[in-house]
């Protein structure tokens, strides 16, 4: 591994420390130091790469807001009908739901600093829009808010549930919601 500024992939440890250390301990519990013994670097490197904590928390929350987004790509890119479509939707509420607790915990994380943060609100904002741009491709655009929020509440009710509602609740939830009859544009 190379050692000093010449490491290429400090930088990368360092995010994916924050989201581990913010995943266990919520946002209130990180610090340069913990985060820099997790990536196993020197604290110098804390501000070597970020100008300050919000830097990284900004950056290492981008780099998780691009991961769900990707799923909603994997999911969403195949689908070339409406039902196809229903169905994607399902999976993925699943996915998120059944996936791992790390990502739960670091989505409620982020929507509480964008309740206190306007810099935070603009991620979410900005990461909102690009999962409808998904949603978009097969519903009107007002159908695919709705659905977002959709995917958002019963993925946060199916993992935090002792007993989760079952694939067969979800799709009617998503064809109810879906069933407006508008397609995309």
């Not at 699943?94 to 739960?104: A, F, I, K, T, Y």
């Not at 409620?108 to 603009?122: G, S, V, W």
Request: no cysteine; charged share 25%.
């Amino acid at each position: 591994m190379a050692t000093g500024h010449a490491d290429p992939q400090r930088r990368e440890r360092i995010l994916a420390a924050t989201l581990d250390l913010i995943a266990d301990e919520g946002v209130a519990g990180i610090s340069h130091r913990k985060i820099a013994a997790r990536a196993g670097v020197p604290l110098g490197s804390m501000t070597y790469h970020f100008s300050g904590i919000d830097q990284l928390l900004a950056q290492a929350y981008r780099r998780f807001t691009d991961h769900i987004v990707t799923l909603f790509d994997t999911y969403l890119s195949a689908p070339t009908d409406r039902e196809q479509a229903r169905a994607a939707v399902t999976d993925l509420i699943h996915v998120l739901s059944e996936g791992s607790r790390r990502d739960l915990v670091l989505t409620q994380e982020l929507y509480t600093l964008a309740a206190r943060q306007p810099a935070y609100r603009e991620l979410t904002h900005a990461w909102m829009a690009r999962s409808r741009t998904h949603l978009e491709k097969h519903f009107a655009p007002d159908t695919a808010r709705q659905l977002d929020a959709l995917i958002e509440g019963l993925a946060l009710h199916r993992a935090l549930a002792q007993e989760p509602h079952d694939r067969a609740l979800t799709l009617e939830a998503v064809t109810r919601i879906t069933a407006d009859g508008r397609q995309a544009p």
